[in-house]
């Protein structure tokens, strides 16, 4: 019993032993890194210009070996200094030749569309202006211009139409010749003249020469063109009487050259169809009136005299 107990109580004592010193193993374990702290900073405090870098173990030829050679820190004195005029000078630098780069690009883009802005405006503006202010320059810069080089060419022009004008309102058409105005012998054709109706066979037989001019048959005789009535019972005549032949032209061939001398003079604005109408009558009268001679209203000796195409 005694050996129990005695076993008993110095297994109890190892226990306590081996328990004691396990705890002062953990102890000194676990104090130990303070220790070492304490020299790294002891260490930094009085070296402050060298510093231990650790190595790290890295995996073979997969990580690069650190150096575990200790780096000296520069020293403020052996730092490089930067200018701080040149920093500041080259951001000048740059922002302006930014700001540069951005104002070429920013006009460019101006003038393009400007120019196409201005062209399409321009096209549909300018020549509704142009016009407007060309025409009054124009206007302006020609007048004198005008009315010199015109004033000759209007006072001939102008003034025997004015007279043709006036002369045509006033004058009476004649349609008959048997006032004493026409006792002259180169009147006779006009005061001996009548209608006279014929057939066919009968014109034929009594003059050899019969036209067709105008709707109308007309038979030459003793120098004067006569409407053959009768010849064509669908004939047509615009004028009954007799009209002056000469160089043995056709009634109507006479009849358009006095159309264009009458024309050219001032007196006739129709058209030169070589039909004695109303209104080709009408400006011979106003010629004939001009002129002091008998208004026949027609084609007649004196007449082709006086126009100078006899």
Not at 97 to 122: I, K, L, P, Q
Not at 148 to 168: G, H, S
Not at 263 to 289: C, E
Request: proline share 5%; hydrophobic share 35%.
């Amino acid at each position: 019993m005694k050996h129990i107990f005695t076993s008993i109580c110095l297994g109890f004592v190892f226990i306590f032993t081996a328990s004691a010193q396990h705890r002062h193993r953990g102890d000194s374990e676990n104090t130990a890194p303070s220790v070492r702290r304490s020299n790294a900073r002891a260490q930094t405090a009085t070296a402050p210009n060298q510093t231990t870098v650790r190595s790290v173990a890295r995996p073979a030829n997969t990580q690069r070996q650190l150096s575990t050679a200790p780096s000296r820190q520069r020293t403020y004195a052996e730092r490089p200094r930067t200018n701080a005029n040149a920093n500041v000078r080259y951001h000048n630098t740059t922002t302006a030749r930014g700001r540069h780069e951005n104002a070429r690009v920013t006009n460019r883009g101006r003038v393009e569309s400007n120019v196409a802005v201005n062209r399409d405006r321009n096209v549909h503006v300018k020549p509704a202006k142009s016009v407007a202010v060309n025409r009054d320059r124009n206007v302006r810069a020609n007048w004198e211009r005008n009315v010199a080089v015109n004033q000759a060419r209007n006072v001939r022009f102008n003034q025997r139409a004015n007279v043709a004008v006036n002369r045509n309102r006033n004058v009476v058409v004649t349609n008959n010749w048997r006032g004493s105005q026409f006792s002259g012998r180169q009147y006779a054709a006009f005061r001996d003249y009548h209608q006279s109706w014929h057939d066919r066979d009968w014109w034929t037989h009594h003059y050899s020469r019969i036209i067709f001019v105008s709707g109308g048959w007309w038979y030459w005789n003793a120098g004067y063109w006569y409407p053959a009535w009768g010849y064509d019972p669908y004939a047509y005549y615009p004028y009954d009487g007799p009209i002056y032949g000469y160089a043995n032209l056709t009634p109507d061939q006479v009849v358009s050259d006095v159309q264009a001398q009458l024309q050219r003079d001032g007196y006739y604005a129709g058209p030169i169809d070589g039909v004695l109408g109303p209104m080709t009558r009408q400006a011979i009268a106003a010629f004939q009136a001009d002129n002091g001679l008998a208004i026949t209203s027609t084609v007649d000796e004196p007449t082709l005299d006086t126009l100078g195409i006899s």
